[in-house]
């Protein structure tokens, strides 16, 4: 299917989004276009696969009322309180790994609402979109935690939101390090089933 003719330069609502039917994955990041790589590359999706498993089996072995998700998975993030429509939502991402433990937040669309959780694998092509861009939206939209994991040099950034609403950054961890996830009180990741 061919591409759709937008103007990158209009902002955009998620209204518009649910419009836009043809083969590019697109986020919007407060209202303007981002467009998303075709395909990751088969590194990016190694750990994507291996990160959701062990989210999944945690999950699923403690009974826990939280849900993980792989992308592509719509997490809309409306930044003004109430303000749900679609017409009002100006961002709308598609994270790598998503955790929700507020499943009011789920419905058919995906997530409305920050999750607990969000992991971004950058590549060359994204990596300002991740570190810069998306750090403020999901800081601002109070995401509890944030990974950034960069699988070419296999390391992982963690922030942590702490009482202030801002990112407390937790470290790079790499090698056989082993991260703790924040959101849970005993659940760790051992960075050499990662990579």
Known sequence: MDSLHLDINKRYTYADYLLWFDDKRRELLDGFIHMMTPAPARKHQDISGKLFYLFYDKLLKTKSDCKVYAAPFDVRLPM???KLE???????V?????VVCDLAKLDDKGCIGAPDLIVEIVSPSTLKKDIKDKFILYEKAGVKEYWIINPNDENVSVFVLDSSGKYEFKGIYAEDMVVKVSIF???????????
């Open 80 to 82: 003004t309180e109430g």
């Open 86 to 92: 679609e017409k009002d939502i100006y961002t709308v």
């Open 94 to 98: 598609q994270p790598d790994i998503t």
């Open 185 to 195: 009180d005993d659940f760790k990741i051992c960075l050499k089933d990662l990579f």
